[in-house]
């Protein structure tokens, strides 16, 4: 009797369970993988997006890419315009990439990003990125060699992430420091074009370059670091990821003298950020960097004797140092106070924080001093 009673029960929960009410089904939508945003010459918002299409091929499937524009005062109504052109539903919940274009970025983005935010279905993880130009002309290259640009994009910064060229953002990520007075934050710096021979790309056609990070003060770009500048800036931060490789000129001679450069892997590391009110109230911060570095290029060889080791390190740290001095300066240019210092006043010195004024009045003056020490602890397997 028992038994009954229990299975009874079972089945009338059962018949009192509701079904999926909001279920969207993937084949009544168009799959957004990469969209960017520009300001139109008008003032409106242009937005542009790669769609991924598959078609029956001999063979099978081929993947082919939709690219859609749609203007608009507001980015929902872009996407609403976009979305009227369609024969189904126009849906960027599974986009791998933002893009902005330059002119957009130094705008206030947050108007920009407010619809991601607010829509339960948003892509909160995709990455977040500037292009230098417009992000109309990045996604019109369509492919980059024989992969979809959707994809070429999101693996190159993806890459980037890995080498500590860029640091590890994503829309959802940048949410909080876009309101954070105490701290900026930096995001991958794309373009189509080098200036050099990488703008050739594959098959002698131009091709995307992560070219280093775009910094932001609150919410509005101020500014750029290079390759080399936005890898030392993110070790200095404190932000290496899995690989940090590093070229200088270590000997005397001419620039296309190729013994007289060392490539460096960089290890473990170690850094401290320590700020200090002085006695006449001044500001300053000293960024040490400590570092174990590996030789895996050195065509000079002999680091096997002390005193060739002890001058590499000697002049691989000064050579650091000034480069790091460099990055600074170009930081507080920009306003960008990507080692949250203004954070630190704010917790250890409240009295210091001038609120807005930090950034006008008290920032520009503060004292920074970068300190790198690196130390060769390997150098491959030549004796």
């Not at 300001?39 to 063979?59: D, F, M, Q, W």
């Not at 339960?120 to 992969?147: I, M, Q, W």
């Not at 050099?196 to 790309?201: F, H, K, N, V, W």
């Not at 800036?233 to 290496?240: N, Y």
């Amino acid at each position: 009797m028992k038994r009954i009673l229990l299975l009874i029960f079972s089945l009338l929960l059962l018949l009192s369970q509701t079904g999926c009410w909001d279920i969207t089904l993937l084949k009544d939508a168009r799959l957004v993988v990469l969209a960017g945003l520009d300001r139109t010459p008008e003032g409106k918002l242009l937005t542009t997006a790669v769609i991924r299409e598959s078609k029956v091929a001999e063979g099978g499937q081929e993947l082919t890419n939709v690219i859609l524009k749609s203007t608009g005062h507001t980015p929902r109504e872009t996407r609403d315009n976009a979305d009227r052109r369609l024969n189904d539903r126009f849906d960027p919940s599974k986009n791998r990439t933002l893009v902005l274009g330059e002119k957009l970025a130094r705008e206030d983005i947050y108007p920009i990003l407010d619809i991601f935010f607010r829509d339960p279905k948003s892509a909160l993880n995709a990455h977040f990125a500037v292009v230098k130009g417009k992000a109309e002309d990045l996604l019109d290259l369509n492919k980059v060699g024989d992969t979809m640009i959707g994809q070429f994009v999101d693996e190159t910064i993806s890459s980037a992430e890995t080498s500590t060229l860029v640091p590890q953002v994503n829309i959802k990520s940048i949410s909080p420091m876009m309101f954070d007075p105490g701290q900026d934050f930096a995001v991958p710096y794309l373009t189509k074009e080098t200036g050099d021979l990488q703008a050739a790309g594959i098959n002698n056609k131009k091709d995307v370059s992560v070219e280093g990070i775009a910094m932001f003060h609150g919410r509005h770009m101020t500014g750029t670091l290079n390759r080399e500048e936005s890898r030392l800036f993110l070790l200095m931060a404190d932000k290496k990821n899995r690989i940090a490789r590093m070229i200088m000129q270590v000997d005397p001679g001419k620039a296309a003298d190729v013994g007289s450069y060392i490539t460096i892997d960089i290890g473990k590391m170690k850094q401290t950020l320590d700020v200090q009110i002085r006695p006449d109230g001044t500001i300053q911060a000293n960024v040490n960097l400590n570092m174990d570095v590996a030789a895996i290029e050195y065509p000079k060889d002999k680091l096997t004797e002390p005193t060739i080791i002890d001058r590499l390190n000697k002049k691989v740290s000064e050579s650091l140092t000034h480069q790091a001095t460099q990055v600074v300066k170009k930081m507080k240019r920009s306003r960008f106070d990507g080692f949250g210092i203004g954070r630190r006043i704010m917790a250890h010195y409240p009295e210091k924080w001038q609120g807005a004024k930090w950034w006008t009045k008290t920032y520009p003056k503060i004292t920074i001093r970068p300190r790198v020490t690196a130390r060769i602890i390997g150098h491959g397997i030549v004796n």
